[in-house]
């Protein structure tokens, strides 16, 4: 288990930095996220699956200019991490998939405050490099650049450990004291997940020239939750 953290610590670095300080390939996003680090522990399926549902609920959500947005990032890690425990253990039905989801949410929120931190830790290293340059330290903004950029891969691999232990931890011994009635009642929720993504999604869009793509991005979810649910 040692080397599966090890190894989400990297690639979580890796996430983090693509999300804001580097890359900006969209590697960061959640269901890239969370196949990738259900992979890691065990089920690439069980990671797909969550990563799907987290990608509709955020993919309206970015990182632009001052705007922080919920960690989608860390609630994939989370989601990734538990669901792929909980199918090699207590098993991924509806319920314990929906109690992932809104868990994940939760991350998204504390990963939310965590990143304003980091932001703030940022902007000191922005006015020493500002200072120092001042100086006449040539040097300054190099420096200046590879200490945040440090600074965000760093804070990553940290989120990530700190994530994927709680997942791990949370399908392990929270997830297992559900009763039946918590499980129908999780699992009645389940439907209403996606309808919120989409929701959001129809909200942020010009509906006369995105209504298309919009309702052929609900299809596809619809299609990969069906997939990996009844026939992976």
């Not at 994940?104 to 902007?123: H, P, Q, T, Y």
């Not at 439907?191 to 509906?207: D, E, I, K, W, Y």
Request: glycine share 10%.
């Amino acid at each position: 288990m040692l080397w599966e953290f090890l190894l989400a610590a990297v690639f979580g670095g890796i996430c983090y930095l693509d999300r804001t300080a580097a890359f900006q390939v969209m590697l960061h996003r959640p269901l890239v996220v969370a196949s990738v680090v259900g992979a890691i522990f065990g089920n690439l399926a069980a990671g797909a699956q969550v990563g799907a549902v987290l990608e509709l609920l955020y993919i309206v959500r970015l990182p632009v200019g001052a705007s922080i947005p919920p960690d989608d990032t860390g609630a994939a890690v989370f989601g990734g991490a538990a669901a792929a425990t909980a199918s090699s253990s207590i098993g991924l039905d509806p319920g314990n998939f929906t109690a992932i989801l809104l868990l994940s949410v939760l991350c998204a929120e504390f990963g939310k405050v965590a990143d304003r931190f980091v932001r703030r830790m940022n902007g000191r290293i922005a006015h020493l490099t500002v200072d120092m340059l001042e100086k006449g330290d040539s040097l300054a903004v190099e420096h200046g650049l590879m200490a945040g950029i440090t600074l965000f891969g760093v804070f990553g691999m940290v989120l990530t450990l700190f994530f994927s232990g709680l997942g791990v931890s949370m399908a392990g011994f929270l997830l297992t004291r559900f009763g039946p009635e918590s499980h129908i009642q999780f699992a009645a929720m389940l439907p209403l997940v996606p309808l919120l993504g989409a929701a959001s999604v129809f909200s942020c869009s010009r509906t006369d020239r995105t209504s298309p793509v919009f309702y052929l991005t609900m299809g596809c979810v619809f299609a990969a939750m069906f997939f990996f649910r009844w026939l992976v």
